[in-house]
């Protein structure tokens, strides 16, 4: 059967795909930044999944306020780099995974969360960054990607707890396709910023932090934080932390009563455009 081995949990930042994209890395500016994904690089070459579910938001590319679903999930079998005003980032087409997406929607649909099934969409800076600052440059990426789109750009949004709670949805769903797969769960966007409005620039290091222990160590108590926290304590667009919750609620211990995942890699880094950059690796014992 398929299993989850593995949860990643990383900021996604335009400028970040923009300093790949241009070779910038060595700047002094971004130096530090990078340095921090090394180990993630290495780590992702030596756990290379079969199939990654990618939790992460679309910023008005694939949807607008003509259409806003909670909650969607891709079920095509690729997905182009999105053009956000800049021409398309030039890596690789997502090759998707149309069975494994297609009985996680099934089963999850069936635990009663009502997602949005795509099958078409373009992926923006919100999917391919992380992947950028995960497996670097490559060819093609490492392995099938599924998309799984949370809406935290307009309101009203998804809750932790209703975040948390889809995360053992999606476990379980994993857990019974019928495929020996290895598949990692990724948590996407955060952490604290706000580009918009009188306290556009904030940034609370405090808040990160406290969030990234709870997070490994309580998250079901992190679930209970309400989303007005997120957005006084880390800023308007810091509840795309939410997002992090869904893949932390599919780890083994909340679902199998295991031991607290095992922190492979944690690191912390400001500034980053104007966003706090956050990354975690837990892996399931
Ligand atoms: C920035 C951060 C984001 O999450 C985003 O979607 C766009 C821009 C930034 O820090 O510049
Ligand atoms: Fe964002």
Redesign the pocket.
């Known amino acids: 059967m398929a299993r989850i081995t593995a949860s990643v949990y990383t900021?996604?930042?335009?400028?970040i795909g923009a300093t790949i994209d241009m070779g910038k890395t060595a700047e002094p500016y971004w130096q530090p930044l990078f340095k921090g994904y090394e180990f993630s690089k290495q780590w992702m070459k030596d756990n290379t999944p079969d199939v990654i579910f990618l939790v992460y938001n679309d910023?008005a590319t694939a949807f607008s306020l003509d259409m806003i679903p909670t909650f969607a999930i891709g079920t095509a079998a690729q997905y182009t780099p999105a053009d956000e005003g800049w021409g398309p980032r030039p890596v690789p087409v997502v090759q998707g995974h149309p069975e494994l997406a297609s009985h996680i929607a099934q089963s999850v649909i069936q635990q009663d969360f009502d997602l949005t099934i795509v099958n078409k969409m373009d992926v923006d800076?919100?999917l391919t960054v992380p992947l950028s600052l995960m497996c670097g440059q490559p060819e093609a990426w490492p392995c099938p990607v599924i998309p799984f789109a949370v809406n935290v750009v307009q309101y009203p949004v998804p809750s932790g707890q209703r975040c948390f709670n889809l995360g053992k949805a999606i476990a379980k769903a994993v857990k019974s396709y019928d495929e020996d797969l290895k598949i990692q769960i990724w948590g996407t966007?955060g952490m604290s910023?706000q580009?918009q409005g009188p306290r556009a620039g904030l940034i609370n290091k405090d808040f990160d932090n406290a969030f990234l222990d709870q997070l490994i160590a309580d998250p079901a108590a992190l679930a209970q934080k309400p989303h007005i926290d997120y957005v006084r304590e880390a800023g308007s667009?810091g509840i795309?932390l939410v997002m992090w919750l869904i893949a932390r609620g599919a780890m083994s211990d909340v679902n199998e009563g295991k031991p607290t995942p095992k922190v492979a890699h944690r690191f912390y880094h400001v500034p980053?455009?104007?966003?706090a950059v956050g990354h975690l690796i837990l892996e399931n014992s």
């Open positions: 900021s996604h930042v335009p400028a910023h800076h919100g966007g910023h580009l667009e795309e980053a455009s104007n966003t």
